[in-house]
């Protein structure tokens, strides 16, 4: 699925079963939510925390639900998110086609 397209089923979505967006404060803190519950995932599979009984390893749940609401903004706040991270792209690119190449702290040239 491309980017546009899972901004126009969000927004079908929303408008069919939703009855309408939620304000982009509230969604904003909707998103905060669900970022805390895939850090939560994360501390648990990766980190040095455990499952507490009953929760379940559930990381592709959590990030596409990140992704949801954060659609859910773009889509509110007349963002194209295309358009938008084709733009990072540019920018990281520019910024940062060295940078990390000559990090020793990721093995770079320089660390050789």
């Known amino acids: 699925m491309e980017i546009k397209e899972l ?3 969000v927004d079908a ?3 069919e079963y939703g009855v309408r967006y939620f304000n982009e404060l509230t969604n904003t803190a909707v998103l905060m939510e669900e970022v805390g519950e895939l850090a939560r ?3 648990r599979k990766y980190g040095e925390q455990s499952f507490k ?3 379940k390893e559930n990381l592709s749940e959590e990030m596409a639900d990140v992704l949801w609401v954060l659609v859910c903004l773009a889509n509110q706040t007349g963002v194209d998110l295309t358009e938008a991270i084709e733009a990072s792209f540019r920018k990281k690119t520019s910024r940062d086609k060295d940078r990390h190449h000559n990090n020793p702290k990721l093995g770079g040239m320089s660390g050789r």
Request: charge should be neutral; glycine fraction near 8%; aromatic fraction near 8%.
């Open 7 to 9: 901004q126009v089923r």
């Open 13 to 15: 979505w929303i408008k």
């Open 41 to 43: 995932v994360m501390a």
């Open 53 to 55: 009984e009953g929760e």
